[in-house]
Structures are given as C-alpha cells and as structure tokens.
C-alpha cells in the first residue's frame, strides 16, 4: 500500500483527466459510494430563499433584491470616545484605539455570556495584515534602508485583534463606541504560552528567559471557537515578519520560510533614538547574544500558534495553545461538542503543498466543565489522503519512532510540527484555507484554494496533459497549476472526533462557468461560477445550517470581483466514483441550484470573515483591502462611500478601507432563507 500520495490531493482528479476528455464522455461511472453515512435525523433540507446575483466588477457591495449592507467597523473607526474620527489620510499616529486593518476571521459573541441575544453583541476580529499604501501620507518611506521608527509603529499597530461591541440600531447594527469590552491586541500585547513548549528552551527570549511569555500575535487570519466561548485566532503568514542573517537557519526558521528578508522591514527601525523594549529589534532573529535569553534568535518560535482570546474579559491575557502545533495556520474549527467525548479541533497550514491537521483533546468534552485547559493536552495528527478514497490520520507524538529520532522532546517536535508531518508521510494539498463543520453531521469541509505553481511542489512536474494546468492558454506549466481550487470534505469513521480513519470527496470544483467540462466539473454556471474559494462557514442556528463560501482570487480569473456564495451541501459520497483509465476520483454530487452566488464585493477586495447574530436575521462579513493595488495618489478603490451604505458607489478619488459590514433583510427575515 502506498504510504502517500505523490503529491496533491487531486492528483486523482489530475490523472482521471490525463485522457484529455470530457467526464461526460470518458467517465465511467462507478455509482455512488457504498458509505454507511446516515442522515443524522436531518430535518427537510434547507431551500436557498433569494436570487442569485450576477457576477460583478463594480466598487460596490452587490446583493440579492430586497437585503441591505450598512459598513459597522472600518479600518480606523475609534473604539473610545477620546479618539477623533478617522482623517483616512495617513495622518494618524497609530491604531491602538481604533480598527485595524485587513478584517479577517470574525465571530459574533452575545451580551450577556451564555445568552442568545441578537441585539447586543461582541464582533471579535482579526486584523490580518495592511495595506501600507494607505496607511502613511505618500506611501512608506524609509531612509538608507531604514524604516521610520514612527511608520513603523503605526504598521504594527494596525494588525492584531478588534473586540468591540455592537448593538441593534433599527434595522441594522453599530458599534458601541464606549464600551467597556472594546479592545485593540496587537503584535506588543503580552500573552502566555501555554502547552509542552512552554517553559522549553525553543522559546527562551530576552523578552522572557523562562520562556513563559511573548509579545503578540501576528497575522491572524481565520478564526476558531470553543464550546466555552472563547475565540481562537490563527498566526498565518508570521514568518514573513521575521528576518535571520545565519547563514544555515535552524529547520524551525528554514521550514517556514525566514529569510533575509521581511515583508515591510520593520527590523530596519532597531536601534531608533526612541526604540521602547526592543520593539524593532525583536523581528530580526540573527543569534548575537551569548545565549538565547540574550537575543531574538526564538522569537519567531513564540509565533505561529494557535491563540485563545476570552472576549468577555477585556483584561484577559491571550494564550498561546502550542499543543496544537506550530504552523501557518490558516484557522482552527472545532468538531461538534458532543458531551463525554474528545474534542477535534480541524486545522490547515496554507501554503503550497503543506498539509492539513486534526487536534483532538485527552479530556471529554463536559458542558460547563470544560474550558482552555483542554487545549493542552491531546494528541495532534496530519491527514494522509489515500486514492481508494480513505484517509488516515497520522499521530505526531515520539511514540514513532521516525519522530523520536528525529525530536528529543515533544516540545521540539512540536516547534517543527511542518518537519514532523513530513516525516510521517502527510498529504500536500494545494494551500488549505478555512474549514466548517456540518451541524447536522459531523462532516468537514475545507476550501483548497488554488495552487498556480504546484508543478514546483515537492519537486514534481505539472502534468502537461492535465486541462487544468493549461486552461490560460499560454502552457507555463510553473505558473498555472490548480488555477481555480476546490472544496473537500470528509467524514470520520464512526462520525467521532477522535477517528483515526475517514472518508473522502471533492464537495467542489472552482470553475468559470464557460471554462471546458475537463476543467467546470461540477458544472457550475453564470449563477455560481466560483475562483479561489477561502472562507468557509455553516450557520450553527439551523438544524439545516447553509455552507457560506467566499472567495480570495487575486488574479486568476477576472469575471468577477471576490464574492460570497450560499450552498445546501449534501454529504460525502452523495456522487459519483468516476473511473479513467485506471484511476478513480470521487466528486460530490454536481451542485446545481444549491450553490448560489449571494453577494459581491468591491474592487481589488477579499470578501472573508462572517459571523451571524444567534436569530439568523443579521450576518457580519468582512471586506477586506479594497483597493489593495492601488497607492494614495491613485486609489484602485474607493469604497465605502460616504454614509455608510455598503452598496452605494463611492466618489473617486477616497482612499478604500477594509471593513465589516452587517447585511439585513429589508424584511427583517433570515439571511439566506
Ligand atoms: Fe490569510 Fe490563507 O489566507
Ligand atoms: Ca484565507
Ligand atoms: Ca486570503
């Protein structure tokens, strides 16, 4: 048996179209997949309630007849009341009392804890990453090199967490501008380090030589929950922050990509006049000290971790959850709480040809008796995805010994987690994004977002044959791999948490609607048409909960502005085993009308994040960098328009800024339905 896949996942779906044909005229197809899966005492299925909204390149929110969108939280809107409105251009100091920017991952959190309340509520968000065009009078700047310590500053503020407070406002929703609970966590903000790498050596710095504690969090992407009420935000892109000059980094730099060189250099800035606690310093990682509680040689290693937030207590110090692995995690969606079992935590790591994760807690799940301490301990494992359409999940723990060889402690391990899931032979996947477990049934799903270079992933070539590596037309096979993403999605054996072993599907393709069959294959049309899927979410609030998908495609395919779609899924093996040749792919059930374009966002934005009040009848989204190739003299994007109405169109000339928006029906019903 074979231990791994050669490469990506869809190497299935690549090889069933080696022939070059269409499914419908080469497919044979096998029937349905002979699962066990039962219904899970399922209600009547849901039915999608509006119409579906044509594609768009308009700098606009685009929605069905009959909803509104109102802008709540833009990038600089103050969180207290001693902090003026935002000026929007580059004039402010920094955003330590106002939103961030590049709104990511968000959840809705009710007022009061443990209540169900739809009119009073926390957002708790993420602030990705910035658009430094904007963000300073004429762009940024930097002298022989080096950043202003001031512009500096300013940038780092503006990533992190918002907690701020919302209440109904007639029919929509706006932000409590004195709240008590309002709260900016940035990259300064101290936490604590919690789990096996706590305390270990991997994470000794200058800022705490117990290795304890750490300073911040940093591109936090999607988001997590508990069954407790906290929020978890999931460090993605860190170690683009981070420089080392060693000439041979340590696999814990090297795996993750630290280099020499840092997204916006914010290291340059070290050794400022007014350098405050080794704030600049801190980013460049290069060992200088005599040990490592001289220096910054760990500090990249006190980041990407999994990190729980209580909401509820604005004085609360953020926990860094390392049992849960040290990756770019993209997010951390919880398994159903199903009282007297474990807990399964789902996770990808987003870059090409990286791999997908599951923690699952020692403890069983007690309502009212759980809480944080469960993240602690457990056992994390990486997906292996089998071609018979089985998958295994591989434990990450010295019991093996390839690992015990490889790691004196699970500490180190743990700070190598990409290291250890190569080692036992994990599946690379093209770029996990967000997952989203189905209410009903357990099952998962996960966005796979594209992978234009995967002929350079593990060293494989992109297989010429394959449409899909080809459909651009202009045949470089290095730059046009898995162009439009897919979504899988998989169901536990014995629907538990704690399985070992699952079973598989490909819910859906991307695809333009007019793109050949070998590349649409789930048929998709002008009213679904989807690139680059990202965000995924199941509204909780219905027994017949709606799968939200949103796209992230930056370049791909131009027949739209990013969007938001609404589906009724069915489950894993409700289509075909689809044999060519003598390989076999299984694609879910082709979608049809079930999958339904509901919303497009402005130009140049991602559409990411979403959160519903517990009555279905406001949902949050985030729409994230308009504009974002555009600089101060020249803006790509000028949204939102003054006033605050998320579907008017802007006047030319404003700076965009990201921002959560809330939609409403213009008659008060459910989103969606
Ligand atoms: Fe932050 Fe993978 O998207
Ligand atoms: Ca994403
Ligand atoms: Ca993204």
Not at 90 to 116: I, Q
Not at 327 to 351: K, T, V
Request: net charge negative; glycine share 12%.
């Amino acid at each position: 048996m074979k231990t791994a896949l050669p490469f990506e996942l869809v190497l299935n779906r690549r090889q069933m179209l080696k022939g070059g044909a269409s499914l419908g005229a080469a497919g044979t197809v096998l029937g349905t997949l002979g699962l066990t899966a039962c219904n899970g005492g399922r209600n009547a299925p849901a039915e999608l309630g509006f119409a579906a909204v044509a594609a768009s390149k308009a700098d606009v929110v685009t929605l069905p007849p009959g909803y509104a969108a109102r802008v709540v939280y833009a990038l600089g809107d103050p969180l207290d009341e001693n902090t003026p409105d935002y000026a929007n251009d580059g004039s402010e100091a920094d955003f330590a009392t106002r939103a961030g920017d590049h709104h990511d991952g968000m959840g809705y959190y009710p007022l009061p804890w443990g209540s169900e309340a739809s009119d009073n509520g926390l957002l708790v968000m993420n602030h990705e990453n910035i658009t430094e065009a904007y963000l300073h009078p004429n762009g940024p700047t930097a002298v022989d090199g080096q950043r202003p310590a001031a512009e500096v500053r300013k940038e780092i503020s503006a990533h992190g967490i918002s907690v701020v407070e919302v209440a109904r406002d007639g029919r929509s929703y706006a932000t409590v501008r004195d709240s008590l609970f309002n709260r900016r966590i940035t990259p300064n903000t101290p936490m604590r380090l919690a789990g096996p790498v706590a305390g270990s050596a991997f994470v000794q710095t200058a800022f705490d030589p117990n290795g304890l504690r750490s300073r911040g969090t940093l591109n936090n992407c999607a988001n997590g929950y508990t069954p407790w009420g906290t929020y978890l935000t999931c460090e993605e892109n860190w170690h683009g922050y981070f420089v080392t000059q060693e000439a041979e980094p340590p696999r814990e730099k090297s795996r993750y990509g630290i280099d020499d060189a840092s997204n916006y250099g914010w290291e340059t800035a070290a050794g400022a006049a007014d350098e405050q606690a080794d704030e600049f310093r801190r980013w460049d990682t290069t060992p200088t000290g005599a040990d490592a509680t001289q220096d910054y040689r760990n500090e990249a290693n006190t980041f990407g971790w999994i990190v729980e937030i209580d909401p509820y207590d604005p004085d609360s110090t953020p926990i860094k959850r390392t049992a849960l692995g040290r990756f770019r995690h993209e997010g951390c969606w919880p398994s159903r709480a199903l009282p007297g079992q474990p807990l399964g935590f789902y996770m990808g790591d987003d870059a090409r040809g990286d791999y997908i994760y599951k923690f699952v807690t020692a403890a069983a799940y007690q309502p009212g008796l759980s809480d944080g301490r469960m993240l602690d301990e457990g056992t994390l494992y990486v997906a292996r995805f089998d071609e018979n359409g089985r998958g295994q999940w591989l434990p990450l723990t010295l019991d093996d010994p390839r690992l015990a060889e490889a790691f004196g402690s699970q500490a180190e391990l743990l700070v190598n987690t990409r290291t250890a899931a190569d080692l036992v032979g994990a599946t690379p996947m093209d770029r996990p994004e967000w997952g989203a477990v189905d209410p009903r049934s357990g099952e998962v799903y996960m966005t796979l977002t594209n992978n234009r270079n995967r002929g350079q992933v593990a060293g494989q070539e992109v297989d010429a044959a394959n449409p899909r590596d080809y459909e651009r037309g202009d045949g470089d096979a290095t730059t046009d791999g898995n162009t439009h993403g897919h979504i899988i999605r998989w169901r536990e054996d014995g629907d538990r948490a704690d399985a070992t072993g699952f079973t598989w599907d490909i819910y859906v393709f991307g695809s333009p609607a007019d793109a050949q069959a070998e590349v649409n294959v789930s048929g998709l049309d002008e009213s679904n048409a989807l690139s680059s899927p990202d965000g995924l979410w199941f509204d909780p609030r219905r027994a017949n909960g709606l799968l939200w998908i949103q796209t992230d495609d930056s370049a791909l395919a131009d027949f739209t502005n990013n969007q938001m779609l609404a589906a009724v899924p069915g489950t894993v093996g409700d289509g075909s085993a689809v044999a060519i040749g003598e390989q076999i792919s299984y694609v879910g059930a082709a979608p049809g009308g079930d999958l339904r374009r509901f919303c497009v966002g402005p130009v140049e934005c991602e559409i990411t994040g979403i959160a519903t009040t517990p009555d279905g009848r406001a949902m949050f989204i985030n729409i994230q960098h308009p504009g974002e190739r555009g600089d101060a003299s020249a803006p790509t994007s000028s949204w939102p328009a003054a006033g605050g109405d998320a579907t008017a169109t802007p006047a030319a000339g404003a700076r965009p800024r990201s921002a959560t928006i809330v939609i409403t029906r213009n008659d008060g019903g459910v989103i969606g339905e």
